[in-house]
């Protein structure tokens, strides 16, 4: 009962072979178990189109408008070849150093595929703003960055301060208060968000500005007010996150009190559904069971239910919680900002590698985020320690790497968004070179049979790709969970999905590996084939006698070929 490869016809057209041919060689594979599956037999056709240039007519113009591709891949194709093709994504926080329409389509330029909105800093406006203007760009340019949203969370941090910045100086004396002040903050005062501040904290207790880059000891509490003594000099910025440890360990039994998604988050995830974002990110996600209850909400809520749930991993409690919080959602962020805050630092790298390669066993999109570059905030170029990490998020084959501050509020958008890019294609091109096919096993994951069909063909696709050097894997793919099993075996070819929805599409550009296309498409596989080559020709991002494999999610069928 093997699966039986059908046609085994003599593969002639080697890419070796570049002059056009007008024949090709399918395989068609079919999964021979199906003829005695009492499931539901999926629709498996034979496919035997040979394609003969003299006799395809080319595109109109209609057509050649019909596929949809982010302009930025149309030019690398164009220019480099199927080859050098960035794999990794990249995402970018917009804030004020990045908010024009003219600074987001310098980072569309750059590379963003996905750009972030922080819910925790700006107005609804503000976001909103920033929203169109991206829709706007994609539509007027030819770009496919899609939005993701995160919430606030309810975690504790400092108010806005009436000022960029401010710096504490060691042996300076701070209040940090829960009083509202109606006008100008007094001198060395701190606004909390959390009403409980004053009453949760001890005199003796450390507190730790985002995660420790600045340091106070609580020495007295009056009323609303606790005063702080500065132990570790640093800057404070509007709104950073607060953590306060006694006895060397952190303080926290108020936090895991507090509901992950507050009743500002619920109107902000209102506001994220109604503009349509791509993504919405949960901060200090602490089980499964809230990120169940968003994806119900948004599937109440929005028509298509297509806005897919991110958990970030930033808490110990995420981290406990792992395995379930990591099946349940539809991605998830190593939010290293927090997370170090909270674990100590030196436990960070290999939480990170935990959450990358489970995410990619359970075929969840997992992105690297916070301080890959946090020196470009105010420097033009990385440290050579920064490289290195950027570069082992790469070599892990993450799906994606953030940039937060570095993109939000440094005076380096564009450069920081270069060095991402430089980096993933130098170590996806060493990696390629140096250690051909990896050795991570990948488990079984499919629940169904059919899923499991589609898996099968997607492991053995890749490994084909692999082992015959073609130079793209093409999947025609409905809602783009083919595509996602093709990106998860992290082939050495780039991966061409075509799906029929600009959401999927957009959706599509969080995993690695994936150039997302829209195009139309029938349930005939010869001519989606046909019109994509043609389309793709036309436009210059495919060439005659390129090896490509073929596959398809509505049929659950295999070919390789070259392009006619
Ligand atoms: N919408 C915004 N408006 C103003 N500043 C922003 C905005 N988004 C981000 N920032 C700035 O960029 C920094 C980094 O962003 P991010 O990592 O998302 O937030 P945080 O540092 O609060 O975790 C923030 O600390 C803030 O100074
Ligand atoms: C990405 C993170 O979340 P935020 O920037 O919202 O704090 C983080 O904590 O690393
Ligand atoms: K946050
Ligand atoms: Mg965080």
Redesign the pocket.
């Known amino acids: 009962m093997a699966h039986a490869i059908q046609s085994l016809l003599s593969l002639t057209n080697h890419r070796s072979h570049p002059k056009p041919t007008t024949t090709f060689s399918p395989i068609t594979l079919r999964p021979a178990s199906l003829s005695f599956s009492t499931r539901k037999k999926p629709h498996v056709r034979r496919i035997s189109a040979i394609f003969d240039l003299e006799n395809s007519s080319p595109p109109s113009p209609l057509e050649s408008i019909s596929i949809d591709v982010d302009a930025v891949t149309e030019a690398e194709l164009k220019e480099n070849g199927f080859r050098s093709t960035r794999r990794t994504k990249l995402i970018c926080?917009i804030g004020p150093a990045s908010c024009d329409f003219e600074q987001l389509e310098a980072l569309a330029m750059g590379g963003m595929n996905v750009a972030r909105i922080?819910m925790?800093h700006g107005t609804r406006e503000w976001h909103q703003a920033v929203i169109r203007r991206v829709r706007r760009l994609n539509q007027e340019k030819g770009y496919a960055v899609a939005i993701m949203m995160?919430t606030e969370g309810s975690e504790i941090h400092m108010g806005d301060l009436g000022a960029a910045s401010a710096k504490a100086e060691d042996g300076e004396i701070w209040t940090f208060s829960v009083r509202a002040f109606d006008s100008q903050l007094p001198d060395h005062t701190i606004n909390v968000n959390y009403e409980g501040f004053a009453e949760d904290v001890k005199v003796g207790d450390e507190l730790l500005v985002d995660g420790g880059m600045v340091r106070f000891e609580v020495i007295e509490k009056i009323g609303p007010d606790v005063k702080c003594r500065c132990t570790d000099p640093g800057l404070l910025l509007p709104r950073a996150?607060l953590t306060f440890w006694r006895g060397g360990s952190l303080v926290r039994e108020r936090n895991a009190m507090l509901p992950t998604i507050s009743s500002k988050d619920w109107l902000d995830i209102d506001f994220g559904i109604a503009e349509g974002v791509d993504f919405i990110s949960i901060?200090f996600v602490k089980s499964a069971e809230v990120i169940n209850h968003l994806k119900s909400y948004i599937a109440a809520r929005s028509r298509d239910s297509d806005i897919a749930v991110i958990a970030?991993i930033?808490s110990i409690d995420s981290l406990k919680n792992l395995d379930e919080i990591i099946r349940a959602c539809d991605g998830a962020?190593v939010?290293?900002?927090?997370?170090g805050a909270q674990i100590p630092l030196e436990q960070v790298p290999s939480a990170q590698q935990k959450v990358v390669q489970l995410c990619r066993q359970l075929n969840k999109p997992v992105i690297v985020?916070?301080q890959l570059l946090e020196s470009m905030i105010e420097y033009p170029t990385p440290t050579r320690a920064e490289v290195a990490d950027v570069s082992e998020a790469v070599r892990q084959r993450a799906d994606a790497l953030?940039l937060?501050g570095e993109s939000a509020m440094g005076q380096f958008p564009d450069k920081a968004l270069t060095v991402l890019r430089s980096v993933s294609l130098r170590i996806e091109r060493w990696w390629r070179e140096e250690k051909r096919h990896e050795a991570m096993r990948l488990p079984p994951i499919a629940s169904s049979f059919s899923d499991r069909i589609s898996e099968e063909i997607c492991n053995s696709a890749a490994k084909m790709a692999n082992n015959l050097e073609v130079d793209a894997v093409f999947v025609f793919t409905k809602d783009g969970y083919m595509a996602s099993l093709l990106s998860r075996c992290r082939p050495d070819c780039p991966i061409f999905a075509f799906t029929t929805t600009t959401s999927v599409r957009r959706r599509l550009n969080l995993q690695w590996g994936l150039i997302p296309f829209r195009l139309s498409l029938t349930d005939d596989m010869d001519s989606n084939l046909n019109r994509t080559f043609s389309l793709l020709k036309a436009r210059g991002m495919i060439q005659s006698g390129d090896l490509v494999i073929a596959l398809s999610d509505m049929l659950q069928s295999i070919q390789v070929m070259n392009v006619p």
């Open positions: 926080t922080n925790c995160d996150n901060s970030k930033e962020m939010a290293r900002g927090d997370l985020a916070s953030m937060s």
